[in-house]
């Protein structure tokens, strides 16, 4: 068995969709990044990479390079999810915290379920994703950006 864990934060920035789970969220602002910015996959990335003791997202998918200027991070992650079928394991489950102050999260949580157990070649019941605010306090309590938590369990392969 192997634990994992990761964590991202990123700005909020206008004039982009705001993408977080692999779902495209009505907001004012979206978030900066290289990538489409998808925190929370960002952070899942992370979880798994550390699990099997492969560094972390930047290393794999370097923000200098062309080839992931604006990629959606799905397609990040079912990469990562091959490494880790690679590395002889597989998903037992995974706890996910989304830390935003705004939008609320709530109404998208089942999509992004769906979409990531898709990625993850998972059922739904091996991943939970859960919001908080942080009551105002903070930079994500300001609105000023969104940072997600991720815990993995990983088994071996039988
Ligand atoms: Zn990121």
Do not use: W
């Amino acid at each position: 068995m192997r634990i994992g864990h990761g964590y991202d934060a990123h700005r909020f920035e206008s004039g982009r969709p705001l993408v977080i789970g692999g779902v495209t969220i009505p907001h004012s602002h979206g978030l900066a990044a290289h990538s489409d910015g998808d925190v929370l996959i960002h952070a899942l990335c992370d979880a798994l990479l550390g699990a099997i003791g492969e560094g972390d997202i930047g290393r794999h998918f370097p923000d200098s390079s062309d080839e992931f200027a604006g990629i959606d991070s799905r397609i990040l992650l079912r990469r990562v999810v091959k490494r880790v079928v690679t590395a002889g394991y597989r998903l037992g489950n995974a706890d996910v915290t989304v830390i935003a102050q705004a939008p609320r999260m709530a109404k998208h949580i089942p999509a992004m379920v769906e979409r990531l157990a898709a990625d993850l070649e998972v059922d739904a019941g091996r991943l939970n994703i859960k919001a908080t605010t942080t009551e105002g306090m903070g930079f994500a309590g300001r609105e000023e950006g969104i940072a997600v938590h991720v815990v993995v369990v990983l088994l071996a392969a039988s």
